[in-house]
């Protein structure tokens, strides 16, 4: 039977490299060492999971990749580390609470051990990541998961030429999610966390939830770093009235929905719920069927009470027959509060399980609804003329046409450029400007093709240039083929602590790097080679940075012959046996990143 060497494995995405130290296919170098407080490199757990690079971490722990020696594949490693409350200590393994905080580690622990044991026990969902065993050691919990090899639904949309899909795309992609929420509901689970971001598209083209984390972590009002996505986490996250429940996820998955199908971000929660301007443009509006605007229209309400209460109900309304797309000519259509009934209280409470540990406590800081009174917009579909009109005066009242609120530049651009009586638009220059404001404003106009370009100039998001240019007349519908900018080109830091400093230098600056050298040595025993990289600064690995990065370099001074006491600089990390030294590195912020291609 063939054997694996893992020492001959890349760290990051454990494909073999042989002696490489550089790995070819994802660019990890092999000598990287791991930021602190995480477990090191090549350390394992049970003595059958080896732990490779970190690959994300959140309020709850760390996840990292990791090779399953036994099976001999690639899996997922989430170890509970909370580092607001937890540290780790000397030996780099095991956890301890800060202290003061042991009652709330300890409850924190066992609701991340239980969260695990639930989707271990979920098999067969397609949906969902397999979870293969949950380990209790080094005073932690540690669960191991299916590894996906594949990206973000983020990225996959950013990859299309428009930055949306069509409905006929997105239903056989969300479907699945939305009956394996159904189940994880069943369950006792909620994921609060749905987002473009842990949601992963897998090689089979399938969409996996992954990115769970015990309910402390998605609340704003937490004792632990809380990891709210901002245009997708409901409003009883952010500490508004209303109980969380299988309606949180519904308004996360719309929301997700909605960017796959509209290709921007909702307005966040908190900001709707002052100033509710969510809109669906009049493109969408008239490719997208009435019964899917009406599901999101009910699925996005801001407070829980109004929204739709679960998965079934959420189901049936994106699932009914078809009929006529809602002809909304230029206009926006904005999501509009629903009319409700009285709904029953068995109905509301149909929920009783005990959803993993939600506090009982009820916030009750919510704002003053404004114009809670509004009609379902799908229910004022009685003809195109009048739906028509009625959309039109929404769209001159929301823009700024009765309060003059409105910039004049925007509403000057508006009355411009229009259809002639020929067909033909005159295309405006759009070089400068946020694609995604274009896009709203002539998206009935033009058809936009997307190319993304690295700058070091214009901005994310913003617009570089476009073919035909500004000026020209054009049939309405022309593509436009739109090279927006993708912001400065990142680069990756390499660990160059131990190499000569010409070396060094050397490799730095053909990243992109520019090298400064510390004017004074450190002091050196004799047991390290004069001019050899002591330290560098910044020192995140894991980090992107942008062309032009300075990054300064210590060296070790000459040895000295003198026979004064020399002292050596402290070293900030202690070398267990069978392991190499590994510098610290700063600890970057706690954004988390989901691996990609």
Not at 151 to 163: F, K, Q
Not at 183 to 199: A, C, D, E, F, V
Request: charged share 25%; with cysteine.
């Amino acid at each position: 039977m063939f054997m694996i060497n893992t020492d001959e494995l890349c760290m990051s995405c454990m494909k073999e490299i042989g002696d490489e130290k550089l790995c070819p296919y994802c660019g990890f170098h092999a000598d990287s060492p791991q930021i602190a407080p995480y477990l090191p490199i090549r350390s394992t757990i049970a003595n059958r999971y080896l732990v490779g690079k970190l690959i994300d971490y959140n309020g709850d722990g760390a996840s990292y990749m990791g090779w399953d020696l036994s099976s001999k594949m690639a899996v997922v490693i989430r170890e509970f580390m909370p580092d607001a409350i937890a540290s780790r200590e000397a030996d780099r393994l095991t956890v301890v609470p800060n202290p003061g905080k042991e009652a709330l580690y300890n409850d924190c622990l066992q609701s991340f051990a239980e969260l695990w044991r639930k989707l271990m026990r979920l098999t067969g969902l397609s949906a969902l990541v397999e979870v293969f065993a949950i380990i209790e050691e080094n005073n932690t919990a540690y669960a191991i998961e299916e590894y996906v090899d594949g990206i973000t639904l983020r990225e996959y949309l950013l990859r299309t030429p428009t930055g949306y899909i069509s409905w006929e795309k997105a239903r056989p992609l969300f479907m699945p999610v939305l009956s394996t929420l159904g189940n994880l509901h069943t369950s006792g689970i909620i994921h609060r966390g749905i987002s473009p971001t842990t949601l992963m598209i897998a090689p089979d083209g399938k969409l996996r939830i992954t990115g769970f984390s015990i309910n402390r972590v998605r609340n704003a009002k937490s004792e632990l770093s809380s990891q709210l996505f901002a245009g997708y986490s409901a409003i009883e996250q952010y500490g508004f009235d209303g109980q969380q429940g299988p309606w949180t996820d519904i308004y996360s998955f719309a929301a997700v929905l909605y960017r796959a199908l509209i290709g921007s971000d909702p307005i966040d929660a908190a900001q709707r719920a002052t100033n509710d301007r969510l809109m669906i443009p009049g493109k969408f509006a008239e490719q997208l069927p009435a019964y899917v605007i009406n599901g999101l229209i009910n699925a996005l309400q801001i407070y829980p009470d109004e929204r739709t209460r679960n998965v079934e109900q959420c189901r049936a309304e994106l699932s009914a027959a078809p009929s006529a797309a809602v002809q909304w000519d230029d206009a926006p259509t904005m999501l509009l509060p629903r009319e409700t009934s009285t709904v029953p209280a068995a109905f509301l409470d149909s929920n009783t399980q005990d959803y993993d540990d939600e506090p009982e406590e009820m916030y009750t800081n919510r704002p003053e609804r404004k114009g809670s009174g509004g009609k379902v917009a799908l229910a004022i579909i009685c003809t195109v003329v009048i739906l028509a009109a009625v959309a039109l005066v929404m769209y001159f009242f929301m823009n700024g046409g009765f309060s003059g609120e409105k910039e004049k530049e925007e509403t000057t651009i508006d009355t411009m450029y229009t259809e002639d009586e020929n067909g033909y638009v005159e295309i405006p220059d759009m070089t400068g400007f946020l694609f995604e404001d274009r896009r709203e404003m002539f998206g009935s106009l033009l058809t936009f093709k997307l190319v993304y370009e690295f700058s070091d100039t214009v901005e994310d998001g913003q617009i570089i240039r476009h073919t035909p240019a500004g000026g020209e007349k054009v049939k309405k519908g022309t593509v436009v083929e739109v090279v927006v900018s993708k912001g400065p080109k990142s680069i990756t830091l390499i660990n160059v602590v131990n190499l000569p400093y010409d070396q060094a230098k050397r490799q730095l600056e053909e990243a992109g790097f520019v090298v400064e050298k510390a004017s004074t040595p450190v002091e050196n025993d004799g047991s390290h080679a004069a001019d050899t990289v002591y330290r560098m600064s910044p020192s995140d690995i894991n980090k992107p940075y942008q062309k032009g990065q300075v990054i300064m370099l210590e060296v070790w001074g000459e040895f000295s012959t003198t026979t004064e006491p020399i002292t050596t600089p402290e070293e900030e990390t202690t070398t267990e046996p069978g392991e190499t030294d590994e510098p610290v590195t700063e600890e970057p912020t706690t954004d988390s990143y989901f691996q990609g291609f």
